[in-house]
């Protein structure tokens, strides 16, 4: 049911329809939480009441977006192994539930999460508001770019993309159309990031050692841990160069963002709800 979490193996079975295809759509001990809205409809609709030790099977069509191109809209059937069942038992929410997390009462515990929201919403904001400055430059200044660094870009980003998905790069690629977005992205990260570089450059916004003390010292606060065991994280050359790269595209884009002018649209006017007959 809606709630409980299930663990199962699964494996792709040929139908009429994959017949003479590979389907590289398995896994093993795969957790997934019921009415989540996060698996296929026919998948959750096949675990409803399934037990431990039970099998179920799954038939669905492939997605017209699915890498590869010679099996969307094609049925496919799932064999699923249901190994474990498990009823999520809600807790009462009172101090005693909130001394369990670490907060003296259940007024402590909800403003910490209401501070959490309120950090993430901001967070969120300020990713809306950074893509859409670097996007602007990137417009304003149609720089050339170098195709051999946006095609090792473009690479590095299908190859994430691969292992995130759990798909055989071997075997498989991604379709023309996917392929040509991912190119566009690569070429935008390539141009954003040379722009930015040379903005740093003419306006010596380099960070200072004074500024990488700073930051680790508010990231050590942040974590709540000790600031000497954060620093020497940072004696690491790479991890030291990517906080100093990301540092200095806050600086730049702070920089940026001091100098634009941001406008609020209007949200868009409802429209009359239709007349009601009788």
């Not at 890498?67 to 005693?96: S, T």
């Not at 141009?191 to 700073?214: F, M, N, Q, Y």
Request: glycine share 6%; charged share 35%.
């Amino acid at each position: 049911r809606a709630g409980d979490v299930v663990i199962i193996d699964y494996k792709a079975e040929p139908t009429a329809e994959t017949a003479g295809h590979k389907i590289d759509l398995s896994a093993e001990n795969r957790t997934l939480l019921l009415g989540s809205g996060k698996l296929v409809p026919e998948m959750e609709a096949a675990l409803v009441g399934a037990t431990a030790g039970g099998e179920r099977t799954a038939e669905f069509k492939l997605p017209d977006d699915y890498p590869r191109p010679e099996l969307r809209g094609k049925l496919v059937r799932l064999r699923i192994q249901v190994k474990e069942v498990r009823e999520r038992i809600l807790p009462l929410l009172d101090d005693e539930f909130a001394r369990d997390l670490d907060h003296d009462s259940l007024a402590a515990l909800r403003a910490d999460v209401r501070a959490r929201l309120e950090t993430q919403t901001r967070r969120q904001a300020e990713a809306t508001f950074r893509d859409s400055l670097l996007r602007s430059l990137a417009d304003k200044n149609p720089i050339p770019v170098p195709p051999s660094l946006v095609a090792a870009v473009a690479a590095q980003m299908e190859k994430q993309m691969m292992e995130a998905l759990s798909i055989d790069a071997g075997s498989t690629r991604f379709s023309e159309e996917v392929r040509g977005r991912i190119h566009e992205q690569a070429e935008f990260r390539v141009r954003t990031s040379l722009l930015l570089s040379e903005i740093g450059k003419r306006d010596k916004l380099e960070p200072t050692d004074a500024d990488v003390a700073a930051k680790i010292e508010a990231l050590a606060a942040e974590r709540g841990a000790p600031v000497a065991r954060v620093r020497a994280e940072f004696d690491d050359a790479e991890r030291r160069g990517s906080l100093v790269a990301e540092m200095l595209e806050g600086k730049i884009l702070d920089f940026l963002a001091s100098k634009a002018r941001v406008t609020t649209a209007a949200p868009p006017e409802k429209e009359a709800p239709p007349p009601q007959t009788h």
